[in-house]
C-alpha cells in the first residue's frame, strides 16, 4: 500500500509526464476496443442479415441433363418418405418477363414460381386473400401473391388488391392474396416488400420448360443441418450417378463458416492494434528509466537506511503498474465511447466487446509489470554509497 501512495505522488508530481506515458497505453487500449468492436458489430449484421434468409434451409441446384432429370414428383416423394427430418419444400424457378402496371413495367419487383409451402418456408403470414393453393399448382392456374409493397404501389391497399389482375410479360394474373409486411422501416421499390409469387408450375411454362432446376428446404432440427445436407445428396446421386451434376449448401453450415471468419479477422485487426500497446510498452520502460535517474539519490538514502532490494524493486514495478493501469482505464473508456459514435456514424450497431476490454486492459497492466521490471531491477542493484554521491 506504501509502494502504491508512492506511485501516486509520483504520477502527480509530474502530471505531464505521466500522461504523455500514459497516452501510448490510452491510444493502443482505445484502438484495440474500437477496431475489434466495430469489425465485430460490422459482420454481425451482415450475419443477422444473412441468418434472416434462414439457417434452417437447404438450397438444391441440380443440372438436369437429356438422360438425366429430377422430377419435381420425384423430388416431393424424397420428401414425403422424410417427413421426420423435412418440414417445408417449395420448387423455386424465376419466370421471364417482368411484372406490368398499366402503362409502367416493374423492373424492381421480384418474381418468383413456388409451391404452397413457400410462404411457410419464409416464415410469412398472409395479410389479405389467400396463399398460393395446391389446385392453383395442379390446375396451373395464373394465380399470384403479392408482397405489401406491391400491393400498395399497384392498388393502394392489401385488400383493394385481392381479386385484381396484373400481367407479367403477357400473361394476365388474379391476385389471390397479400403478404403481410416485412419491413417496418420503410417501403420502397425494390425492397423486402416488393415480390409477386406465382405457382411453380405456370413459371416453367412461362420458361416453355417442365424442368426445374432449385428447391429449397427447410429442416426440424438445425443442429442436423450437415447430416440431413448429405441425405439429400445421397438421394440426388442415386438419380444423377454424378455429383457434378447438383449442389446442396445448408444455410446453417455457411453461417458457421461466417462466424470463424469473423473470429479470425477480428483476432487479427485486434493483434495489429496491439501493437500500438507494444510500442507504448517502451514508452514507460524509458520514462521509468529516467525516473529511476532523477531518483537515484532517493534511492540510496532508502538503502543506507535498510530498505531491501525488494522494496526498492517493488516500489518501481508498482509505479510501472499503476501508470499502465490508469492509462488503460482511460483507454477503455475512450474506446466504449468512440466505439458508440462510429457505430452510430456508420449506421451499425457497435458494442464494446467484453473481450476486446479484458484483453486489452490485460496486457496494458502486464505492460507495465513487465517493461517496469528493467528500471525497478536497476534501482534495486545500485550501490547505496554511489547512489548517495549522485548529483
Known amino acids: 500500500m506504501q509502494s502504491f501512495k508512492m506511485a501516486i ?10 500522461f504523455l506515458t500514459m497516452l501510448g497505453i490510452i491510444i493502443g487500449v482505445a484502438s484495440v476496443i474500437m477496431l475489434v468492436s466495430i469489425v465485430t458489430g460490422y459482420m454481425s449484421s451482415m450475419v443477422e442479415s444473412f441468418a434472416s434468409m434462414g439457417v434452417d ?22 420428401f414425403d418418405d422424410n417427413r421426420d427430418t423435412f418440414l417445408y419444400m417449395s420448387p423455386t424457378v424465376t419466370p421471364q418477363g417482368r411484372v406490368k402496371y398499366k402503362n409502367e413495367t416493374l423492373s424492381s419487383t421480384r418474381v418468383g414460381g413456388y409451391s404452397d409451402d413457400y410462404l411457410s418456408v419464409m416464415g410469412y403470414e398472409m395479410e389479405a386473400g389467400r396463399n398460393i393453393s395446391w389446385s392453383d ?52 421499390q425494390g425492397g423486402t416488400d416488393d415480390f409477386v409469387w406465382i405457382p411453380y408450375t405456370v413459371a416453367a411454362k412461362m420458361n416453355r420448360s417442365s424442368q426445374i432446376g432449385s428447391y429449397i428446404v427447410t429442416i426440424r432440427d438445425v443442429t442436423k443441418a450437415d447430416e440431413d445436407a448429405e441425405m439429400i445428396e445421397d438421394f440426388l446421386y442415386t438419380v444423377f450417378r454424378n455429383d457434378d451434376l447438383y449442389t446442396v449448401v445448408a444455410n446453417s453450415s455457411m453461417l458457421a463458416e461466417m462466424n ?11 493483434g495489429i492494434a496491439g501493437i500500438s500497446l507494444l510500442v507504448a510498452g517502451v514508452g514507460v520502460m524509458n520514462i521509468m528509466l529516467v525516473s529511476v535517474t532523477e531518483r537515484t539519490r532517493e534511492i540510496g538514502i532508502r538503502k543506507a537506511l535498510g530498505a531491501k532490494r525488494r522494496t526498492i524493486m517493488k516500489q518501481f514495478v508498482i509505479e510501472a503498474a499503476v501508470t499502465s493501469t490508469i492509462g488503460g482505464l482511460i483507454g477503455i473508456a475512450v474506446g466504449s465511447v468512440c466505439t458508440g459514435l462510429i457505430g452510430t456514424a456508420i449506421g451499425i450497431k457497435a458494442t464494446p466487446t467484453l473481450s476486446a476490454v479484458l484483453i486489452s486492459f490485460g496486457v496494458s497492466v502486464g505492460i ?12 534495486a542493484k545500485l550501490n547505496p554509497i554511489d547512489a548517495l554521491r549522485s548529483e
Open 57 to 78: 434451409r437447404i438450397n438444391v441446384s441440380v443440372t438436369n441433363t437429356a438422360s438425366r432429370v429430377l422430377e419435381p414428383d420425384e423430388m416431393y416423394e424424397f
Open 368 to 379: 507495465g509489470l513487465i517493461f517496469g521490471y528493467m528500471p525497478a531491477n536497476r534501482a
Open 137 to 188: 399448382i395442379s390446375g396451373n392456374r395464373k394465380m399470384a401473391v403479392l408482397g405489401y409493397y406491391t400491393a400498395w404501389y399497384m392498388f393502394g391497399s392489401s385488400e383493394n388488391a385481392v381479386g385484381e389482375s396484373l400481367k407479367i410479360g403477357n400473361a394476365l394474373f388474379t391476385v389471390a392474396g397479400v403478404v403481410q409486411r416485412q419491413d417496418e422501416d420503410s417501403l420502397e
Open 260 to 270: 470463424r471468419m469473423i473470429s479470425q479477422i477480428s483476432l487479427m485487426l485486434g
Open 9 to 18: 505522488r509520483s504520477i502527480l508530481s509530474n502530471k505531464m509526464r505521466s
